[in-house]
């Protein structure tokens, strides 16, 4: 294969220390990729040409292993804590050079690309990896220059990664062999010890996430579609309450299924593209993205195949966290270029397992962040070990390990976009109805997805809303193809006073876990909440 022909910017890798490196392949296309990642047993071809990729004892983010080195250029914005951990520039500069020399003579992968469809608020970025597999994962989810714009590729941003080297915490400072290392003075992402792509991504969105907000733009864990007249959506929600196979309609375009800003300009894509979960991924449920995994240049991490190649999406041996990525032109409706209008409808995902929050219903500006503060869903039983009941989640802005910032910043940013753009917020629950967890059971997922579509039409904007007794939601009366039943939780319940204390018990858990913001919120905010 030659290394000559391809589009190599004027930027070399003298700012890393690899200058001397003789082996560093740039911005490889995905045939050579693939070719590298088989050479490299980093991969495998699946039945129809996909690439399997196995990442070892890592097969999700290892959030306790994540540090921001903590610098004075950026101490006072930091929201420092268990999620954004500090840890100091010695720590960083002793793994920096360990990683650097460790690199010095391995064959490493340079791919350059961008984070932002809209090129006011553009980050370039820059992947360098010993794993070819993390060319093809950057190839696929970030967004791709061209290769005249790669000649003059300057990176704001670099993700240095040897996931085959490990750290000694004892000697270097870290919690185990594995670290993520947030240097925003240097501009750099040290990750060492994972081959866990969702490492990069995430890693880049944080940056994204301390970036946006200080040029006034709302920076959001989020998917996003529209209908062929522009009329915009975004969805809300922590992993399983069904952000990707909402926004995955066929009647909608696709603007991208996690990660968001809104500008003053309306909503952009910070991907080009998607990261889905396969669990039980099947093509009746969610034809596009089933679809995407019969296709050359899709990676699918940590997938059981069978003898003859073919995905087993059922299979949780290596983990529950089995996933594809694949550029985002793979879905035959998403949007050319990664943007869309301001949204008209705004929509917060749960998953209840406690079976008490209605299955649609409408907030107001204040109760909106109130609940993107709170961020609630809940664990069931089997999903994590030691879960054997209902458990409540909560993750500020639906997505806390991405954001260094104060949750009410975040919270703020998005309350005046709502306002100025006169949004419509729902809170749409995929969880539980009629009882909870084990005993109760899943609200299908075809009322969710006509819920869902009456509130973006607007055919819910005349109809009468009743305001829940503990919740203080507005619970819509009909819904055009809804049984009328299902729309209040008490009605599907055969105890009423078994639901009055479930809703009573999940009220308290809100309260109690608001605390924590209640320093920094107003007393509209929190009179928001649920009563209790």
Same mark, same amino acid.
């Given at each position: 294969?030659?290394?000559?022909?391809?589009?190599?910017?004027?930027?070399?890798?003298?700012?890393?220390?690899?200058?001397?490196?003789?082996?560093?392949?740039?911005?490889?296309?995905?045939?050579?990729?693939?070719?590298?990642?088989?050479?490299?047993?980093?991969?495998?071809?699946?039945?129809?040409?996909?690439?399997?990729?196995?990442?070892?004892?890592?097969?999700?983010?290892?959030?306790?292993?994540?540090?921001?080195?903590?610098?004075?250029?950026?101490?006072?914005?930091?929201?420092?804590?268990?999620?954004?951990?500090?840890?100091?520039?010695?720590?960083?500069?002793?793994?920096?050079?360990?990683?650097?020399?460790?690199?010095?003579?391995?064959?490493?992968?340079?791919?350059?690309?961008?984070?932002?469809?809209?090129?006011?608020?553009?980050?370039?970025?820059?992947? =360098?990896?010993?794993?070819?597999?993390?060319?093809?994962?950057?190839?696929?989810?970030?967004?791709?220059?061209?290769?005249?714009?790669?000649?003059?590729?300057?990176?704001?941003? *670099?993700?240095?990664?040897?996931?085959?080297?490990?750290?000694?915490?004892?000697?270097?400072?870290?919690?185990?062999?594995?670290?993520?290392?947030?240097?925003?003075?240097?501009?750099?992402?040290?990750?060492?010890? *994972?081959?866990?792509?969702?490492? =990069?991504?995430?890693?880049?969105?944080?940056?994204?996430?301390?970036?946006?907000?200080?040029?006034?733009?709302?920076?959001?864990?989020?998917? +996003?579609?529209?209908?062929?007249?522009?009329?915009?959506?975004?969805?809300?929600?922590?992993?399983?309450?069904?952000?990707? *196979?909402?926004?995955?309609?066929?009647?909608?375009?696709?603007?991208?299924?996690?990660?968001?800003?809104?500008?003053?300009?309306?909503?952009?894509?910070?991907?080009?593209?998607?990261?889905?979960?396969?669990?039980?991924?099947?093509?009746?449920?969610?034809?596009?993205?089933?679809?995407?995994?019969?296709?050359?240049?899709?990676?699918?991490?940590?997938?059981?195949?069978?003898?003859?190649?073919?995905?087993?999406?059922?299979?949780?041996?290596?983990?529950?966290?089995?996933?594809?990525?694949?550029?985002?032109?793979?879905?035959?409706?998403?949007?050319?270029?990664?943007?869309?209008?301001?949204?008209?409808?705004?929509?917060?995902?749960?998953?209840? +397992?406690?079976?008490?929050?209605?299955?649609?219903?409408?907030?107001?500006?204040?109760?909106?962040?109130?609940?993107?503060?709170?961020?609630?869903?809940?664990?069931?039983?089997?999903?994590?070990?030691?879960?054997?009941?209902?458990?409540?989640?909560?993750?500020?802005?639906?997505?806390?390990?991405?954001?260094?910032?104060?949750?009410?910043?975040?919270?703020?940013?998005?309350?005046?976009?709502?306002?100025?753009?006169?949004?419509?917020?729902?809170?749409?629950?995929?969880?539980?109805?009629?009882?909870?967890?084990?005993?109760?059971?899943?609200?299908?997922?075809?009322?969710?997805?006509?819920?869902?579509?009456?509130?973006?039409?607007?055919?819910?904007?005349?109809?009468?809303?009743?305001?829940?007794?503990?919740?203080?939601?507005?619970?819509?009366?009909?819904?055009?193809?809804?049984?009328?039943?299902?729309?209040?939780?008490?009605?599907?319940?055969?105890?009423?006073?078994?639901?009055?204390?479930?809703?009573?018990?999940?009220?308290?858990?809100?309260?109690?876990?608001?605390?924590?913001?209640?320093?920094?919120?107003?007393?509209?905010?929190?009179?928001?909440?649920?009563?209790?």
């Amino acid at each position: 294969m030659s290394k000559h022909s391809h589009p190599r910017s004027n930027i070399g890798l003298d700012y890393l220390g690899l200058e001397n490196n003789e082996k560093a392949i740039w911005n490889l296309t995905p045939p050579e990729l693939y070719e590298e990642a088989i050479e490299n047993g980093e991969a495998v071809l699946t039945k129809d040409y996909a690439l399997r990729v196995l990442t070892g004892k890592y097969t999700g983010r290892s959030p306790k292993d994540k540090f921001i080195v903590d610098q004075p250029s950026i101490h006072d914005d930091i929201d420092w804590g268990e999620i954004n951990q500090p840890t100091d520039e010695e720590v960083f500069e002793n793994l920096f050079e360990k990683v650097t020399d460790y690199l010095q003579d391995k064959k490493i992968y340079v791919k350059d690309c961008y984070a932002g469809a809209d090129e006011k608020y553009q980050l370039n970025v820059r992947v =360098v990896s010993e794993a070819a597999y993390h060319g093809l994962f950057s190839h696929n989810m970030f967004i791709r220059p061209t290769n005249e714009q790669l000649k003059d590729h300057e990176p704001d941003f *670099t993700v240095l990664a040897a996931p085959n080297f490990k750290a000694d915490p004892e000697e270097d400072g870290t919690r185990s062999e594995a670290f993520v290392l947030v240097n925003f003075d240097k501009e750099i992402i040290l990750i060492g010890g *994972t081959l866990y792509s969702g490492e =990069v991504k995430k890693g880049i969105f944080g940056v994204m996430n301390y970036l946006l907000p200080k040029q006034d733009v709302m920076a959001m864990h989020c998917s +996003a579609n529209m209908s062929e007249d522009g009329d915009t959506a975004v969805f809300f929600g922590l992993s399983g309450t069904g952000k990707t *196979t909402l926004s995955s309609d066929q009647s909608r375009i696709l603007i991208g299924d996690d990660e968001h800003g809104w500008s003053e300009d309306g909503v952009f894509n910070i991907e080009g593209g998607c990261y889905a979960k396969t669990i039980n991924l099947s093509e009746e449920g969610e034809p596009l993205i089933y679809a995407t995994t019969k296709m050359p240049g899709t990676i699918l991490e940590n997938v059981v195949l069978y003898e003859n190649r073919e995905p087993d999406f059922d299979d949780t041996s290596y983990t529950q966290n089995t996933r594809c990525s694949y550029p985002i032109h793979y879905i035959p409706n998403a949007a050319d270029d990664g943007k869309g209008n301001h949204p008209s409808n705004v929509i917060f995902l749960t998953c209840d +397992a406690f079976g008490v929050l209605p299955p649609i219903s409408k907030l107001t500006p204040e109760q909106a962040m109130y609940h993107f503060i709170s961020g609630y869903t809940a664990k069931v039983a089997g999903t994590e070990r030691g879960v054997t009941e209902p458990q409540a989640t909560f993750s500020a802005c639906f997505g806390a390990p991405f954001m260094p910032l104060h949750p009410t910043v975040y919270a703020e940013l998005l309350a005046d976009k709502i306002r100025k753009h006169n949004s419509t917020v729902w809170l749409l629950n995929t969880g539980w109805t009629g009882g909870p967890y084990g005993e109760g059971h899943r609200m299908k997922l075809g009322y969710t997805r006509q819920m869902l579509s009456e509130a973006l039409e607007g055919n819910l904007d005349n109809v009468t809303f009743d305001i829940d007794p503990v919740f203080g939601l507005a619970i819509p009366n009909e819904v055009d193809g809804i049984p009328t039943e299902i729309l209040t939780p008490r009605n599907t319940w055969s105890d009423k006073e078994a639901y009055d204390n479930k809703a009573e018990e999940l009220a308290a858990m809100f309260a109690e876990n608001f605390q924590q913001f209640e320093d920094e919120a107003s007393q509209e905010l929190i009179k928001a909440g649920p009563k209790v």
